[in-house]
């Protein structure tokens, strides 16, 4: 037999990752305090604080883990068998690892299978019953089904009157299944006591039956004792259902009978928990509905958080709720950011002043001009010959005044000054009409719009705009602030303005005007702001685009990132509102 735990203690310490040292204890066949049987590595000195752990889980007879000078030990009694009798403990060298965490469930399950393999012929048999209830379990699809069967299987195994499975729902256990029964009363008597039972094995984190044998350890049986004074039951034992280090469910068992249940047919039980319960557990999480999983998440979730394990998980919460505490505190300025776009404060409109054909075009946008300068021409060869022509008839008259002056004919004197004055009038509209075919520049600045050169003797109508002008000084700047934020836009509220085209040279505004229309694009709401810029640059220039913030006053930081969110599931929420 030692040869065997020798082996089964080697494979368990090579299997659990972090062990330093393992250790097994067995009570010898004449009785008495049990010994050294296996040490791992084989030829290491004996460590005294791992054989005092042992030593204290054989005396309580229950699961012992500590950890001192940066090393986590932990100690497993083994089964209670004809064969085997003893404890197993191992020393982990980082207590606060992952290892350490999932190697109490790892040593349990292990040392039931070698209670198995110790107890020979009633192991094998033992195990092919374990066996049978796990395919049971895995017959069915769905968790009630499954638990159902395998409370059944049981009953009819163990000759039992009654079997029911629980599991933990908000703290406390809950009958799920009853042997030969698919439906039940959740809110009988029966079931409720049934589940104080499951939770006094719970509480205890051991099996606890009634009547209790003589050699058992004494346990506290009052909700057990009560179900069998109760309901006529003659015996009852509960076993519980851990994983992950905490118990997750239970299993009842009862029969008509006054006597202790055996020793044997508690390690098929408490087998049959270990294995067979986790299935189950596996089960009821899958077949939960949503708030449930949730539910179950949160609880998990909160036991990690408040429970003695679990370090890291900690200090992630502490900085979540740090960050929390600091955004919800701190208050920093609150900008509203809008697009903007440069313009002129004076932009002039150069239109054509006759109908007429593009002759010259000197000018573009985005070409500097001086006032006075000529940005293109319309063609005059029709006005130039007309003046011509008006220019000799001018003369003519003229020279039939004189005559007429000479010869003292009053009559033809008064006609012929009369027709020289309509020549005079009609030569003057045709010299104003010259000097509208120059398009001049009315001012210095810059052409912000008008490009002639792709349209030369193109025709144009009177009043046709050719060029638009704005000065190089003097511009306003057109914000486009969302509807959502015009609230909190004030007259004289002072920003910033980054232009596109110069990023990283914010230029101060003040808000000049707001006006009250909103204006469609891109299927949201703005409102024209107008702003005037407190200094410039001397690259700026009209039509240049960029982003306004400005400071509306100081706000917390979680409410800055998050208003707008919560103001749209206000408005949604209100829409639904009877």
Same mark, same amino acid.
């Given at each position: 037999?030692?040869?065997?735990?020798?082996?089964?203690?080697?494979?368990?310490?090579?299997?659990?990752?972090?062990?330093?040292?393992?250790?097994?204890?067995?009570?010898?066949?004449?009785?008495?305090?049990?010994?050294?049987?296996?040490?791992?590595?084989?030829?290491?000195?004996?460590?005294?604080?791992?054989?005092?752990?042992?030593?204290?889980?054989?005396?309580?007879?229950?699961?012992?883990?500590?950890?001192?000078?940066?090393?986590?030990?932990?100690?497993?009694?083994?089964?209670?068998?004809?064969?085997?009798?003893?404890?197993?403990?191992?020393?982990?060298?980082?207590?606060?690892?992952?290892?350490?965490?999932?190697?109490?469930?790892?040593?349990?399950?292990?040392?039931?299978?070698?209670?198995?393999?110790?107890?020979?012929?009633?192991?094998?048999?033992?195990?092919?019953?374990?066996?049978?209830?796990?395919?049971?379990?895995?017959?069915?699809?769905?968790?009630?089904?499954?638990?159902?069967?395998?409370?059944?299987?049981?009953?009819?195994?163990?000759?039992?009157?009654?079997?029911?499975?629980?599991?933990?729902?908000?703290?406390?256990?809950?009958?799920?299944?009853?042997?030969?029964?698919?439906?039940?009363?959740?809110?009988?008597?029966?079931?409720?006591?049934?589940?104080?039972?499951?939770?006094?094995?719970?509480?205890?984190?051991?099996?606890?039956?009634?009547?209790?044998?003589?050699?058992?350890?004494?346990?506290?049986?009052?909700?057990?004792?009560?179900?069998?004074?109760?309901?006529?039951?003659?015996?009852?034992?509960?076993?519980?259902?851990?994983?992950?280090?905490?118990?997750?469910?239970?299993?009842?068992?009862?029969?008509?009978?006054?006597?202790?249940?055996?020793? &044997?047919?508690?390690? $098929?039980?408490?087998?049959?928990? #270990?294995? @067979? /319960?986790?299935? *189950?557990? %596996?089960?009821? =999480?899958?077949?939960?509905?949503?708030?449930?999983?949730?539910?179950?998440?949160?609880?998990?979730?909160?036991?990690?958080?408040?429970?003695? &394990?679990?370090?890291? $998980?900690?200090?992630?919460?502490? #900085?979540? @709720? /740090?960050?929390? *505490?600091? %955004?919800?505190? =701190?208050?920093?300025?609150?900008?509203?950011?809008?697009?903007?776009?440069?313009?002129?404060?004076?932009?002039?409109?150069?239109?054509?002043?006759?109908?007429?054909?593009?002759?010259?075009?000197?000018?573009?946008?985005?070409?500097?001009?001086?006032?006075?300068?000529?940005?293109?021409?319309?063609?005059?060869?029709?006005?130039?010959?007309?003046?011509?022509?008006?220019?000799?008839?001018?003369?003519?008259?003229?020279?039939?005044?004189?005559?007429?002056?000479?010869?003292?004919?009053?009559?033809?004197?008064?006609?012929?000054?009369?027709?020289?004055?309509?020549?005079?009038?009609?030569?003057?509209?045709?010299?104003?009409?010259?000097?509208?075919?120059?398009?001049?520049?009315?001012?210095?600045?810059?052409?912000?719009?008008?490009?002639?050169?792709?349209?030369?003797?193109?025709?144009?109508?009177?009043?046709?705009?050719?060029?638009?002008?704005?000065?190089?000084?003097?511009?306003?700047?057109?914000?486009?602030?969302?509807?959502?934020?015009?609230?909190?836009?004030?007259?004289?509220?002072?920003?910033?303005?980054?232009?596109?085209?110069?990023?990283?040279?914010?230029?101060?505004?003040?808000?000049?005007?707001?006006?009250?229309?909103?204006?469609?694009?891109?299927?949201?709401?703005?409102?024209?702001?107008?702003?005037?810029?407190?200094?410039?640059?001397?690259?700026?220039?009209?039509?240049?685009?960029?982003?306004?913030?400005?400071?509306?006053?100081?706000?917390?930081?979680?409410?800055?990132?998050?208003?707008?969110?919560?103001?749209?599931?206000?408005?949604?929420?209100?829409?639904?509102?009877?």
């Amino acid at each position: 037999m030692e040869g065997v735990v020798r082996a089964w203690l080697a494979q368990q310490c090579e299997m659990i990752p972090g062990v330093a040292r393992g250790l097994v204890l067995l009570r010898p066949a004449e009785g008495g305090f049990p010994v050294q049987a296996a040490r791992w590595p084989e030829g290491e000195r004996e460590a005294p604080d791992l054989a005092a752990t042992a030593r204290t889980a054989v005396v309580q007879r229950r699961v012992i883990v500590n950890g001192a000078n940066g090393h986590g030990r932990i100690a497993v009694p083994l089964p209670v068998t004809p064969g085997l009798s003893g404890v197993v403990a191992l020393e982990i060298a980082d207590p606060s690892g992952p290892e350490f965490r999932g190697a109490v469930d790892r040593l349990r399950s292990a040392a039931a299978w070698l209670g198995v393999l110790a107890r020979g012929d009633a192991a094998k048999d033992r195990l092919l019953k374990v066996t049978e209830l796990i395919g049971t379990s895995l017959e069915h699809d769905s968790f009630r089904g499954a638990a159902t069967a395998v409370a059944t299987e049981l009953a009819t195994q163990l000759l039992c009157d009654r079997v029911c499975i629980g599991f933990v729902q908000r703290g406390q256990m809950v009958v799920e299944a009853l042997s030969h029964s698919a439906t039940f009363d959740e809110r009988s008597n029966l079931i409720r006591d049934l589940g104080l039972a499951m939770d006094e094995a719970a509480d205890q984190d051991a099996t606890v039956a009634h009547p209790s044998s003589s050699d058992a350890l004494p346990r506290v049986e009052r909700a057990h004792e009560h179900v069998a004074r109760t309901y006529g039951s003659g015996s009852i034992w509960t076993v519980p259902v851990a994983r992950g280090g905490r118990v997750i469910g239970a299993f009842s068992f009862e029969r008509g009978q006054i006597q202790a249940v055996d020793a &044997e047919t508690v390690q $098929l039980c408490e087998d049959t928990a #270990a294995l @067979v /319960g986790p299935i *189950l557990e %596996l089960k009821r =999480a899958a077949d939960a509905r949503l708030l449930e999983r949730w539910r179950e998440s949160i609880r998990t979730l909160l036991s990690h958080l408040f429970g003695p &394990e679990h370090p890291s $998980l900690k200090l992630i919460a502490i #900085a979540v @709720v /740090g960050l929390f *505490l600091v %955004l919800a505190f =701190a208050r920093t300025d609150y900008r509203i950011a809008a697009d903007a776009t440069l313009e002129g404060r004076v932009q002039r409109a150069v239109v054509a002043g006759l109908e007429g054909y593009i002759a010259e075009a000197n000018s573009r946008a985005g070409d500097l001009v001086r006032k006075g300068q000529i940005l293109g021409r319309l063609d005059a060869r029709d006005l130039v010959l007309e003046q011509k022509k008006l220019l000799a008839y001018r003369e003519q008259l003229r020279k039939e005044y004189r005559e007429a002056l000479a010869g003292h004919d009053r009559t033809q004197l008064n006609i012929r000054s009369a027709k020289l004055a309509q020549a005079e009038a009609e030569l003057e509209l045709i010299s104003e009409n010259l000097s509208r075919t120059r398009l001049i520049a009315p001012f210095d600045g810059i052409v912000v719009k008008g490009d002639l050169s792709q349209s030369l003797g193109s025709p144009v109508e009177k009043g046709t705009v050719l060029f638009e002008v704005a000065p190089l000084e003097g511009y306003r700047i057109i914000l486009k602030v969302d509807e959502r934020q015009i609230a909190d836009m004030t007259r004289g509220a002072r920003g910033e303005l980054a232009l596109t085209a110069l990023p990283g040279h914010p230029l101060p505004l003040t808000v000049a005007r707001i006006t009250p229309v909103a204006v469609a694009e891109e299927g949201r709401n703005y409102f024209r702001v107008e702003a005037s810029l407190d200094e410039g640059a001397d690259s700026m220039r009209p039509g240049m685009e960029g982003v306004a913030k400005i400071r509306v006053g100081r706000r917390p930081l979680i409410w800055i990132w998050t208003h707008e969110t919560v103001d749209w599931l206000r408005l949604w929420a209100w829409s639904f509102w009877p």
